[in-house]
């Protein structure tokens, strides 16, 4: 098997949870996508195959010190409260539950790589493939795909463990990514290629 990291990204309750801000928005295409399950089943064969598995959340201090108030996206995390590290809402859902010895890698941005410590895992344990997935598909799954793309990873986008705010922005962003990456559903990754 090719050394691969899963990266599980932005799948915080803030995004998914049932109850969380974002319910009324993300939610609803989590849910009928059925993103949350189809991610477990995912992660459950990452770890069954030996791949590593790393979680991606986006966050800031209470204060909001790293977010950027001129940005459209984050400026209305500062107003709502949301994505504060140490908060139930910045936490992975429970039902992607990490386990000891997964990477967890806070960003301030869309991109999973920018000032983040995820080239350096990349690096450390000599990763050949990136496989990803996460909330929202036009924005860290969209940004990670290109960027590792062009830092010479294979990149693999398991489709339905991803949603956007919309079904059109979801496949606008998918169709995109293709040129980028092997674009699969979860359950006809081979794992152990």
């Not at 459209?72 to 590290?85: E, H, V």
């Not at 598909?137 to 991803?162: F, I, K, P, Q």
Request: net charge negative; aromatic share 8%; proline share 3%.
């Amino acid at each position: 098997m090719k050394r691969t990291l899963f990266l599980v990204m932005d799948m915080m309750n803030d995004l998914v949870a049932e109850d969380g801000f974002n319910a009324k928005t993300y939610g609803i295409q989590v849910k009928e996508r059925c993103v949350l399950e189809n991610t477990a089943a995912a992660i459950a064969a990452a770890r069954t195959a030996g791949a590593q598995v790393g979680y991606v959340r986006v966050g800031f201090s209470p204060d909001y010190r790293e977010a950027p108030e001129a940005s459209p996206i984050f400026s209305g995390a500062r107003k709502n409260g949301i994505f504060q590290f140490g908060t139930w809402g910045n936490e992975v859902h429970e039902a992607l539950a990490p386990q000891d010895g997964d990477f967890d890698i806070k960003k301030h941005r869309v991109s999973p790589f920018y000032a983040t410590s995820l080239e350096a895992i990349l690096r450390a344990n000599r990763i050949e493939r990136i496989v990803m997935c996460g909330v929202s598909t036009n924005g860290v799954v969209h940004s990670g795909a290109r960027e590792a793309h062009d830092r010479d990873y294979e990149v693999v986008v398991l489709e339905n463990c991803c949603a956007g705010v919309t079904a059109d922005e979801h496949m606008h962003a998918i169709a995109c990514m293709g040129r980028y990456g092997a674009i699969v559903k979860s359950a006809d990754f081979d794992w152990a290629s």
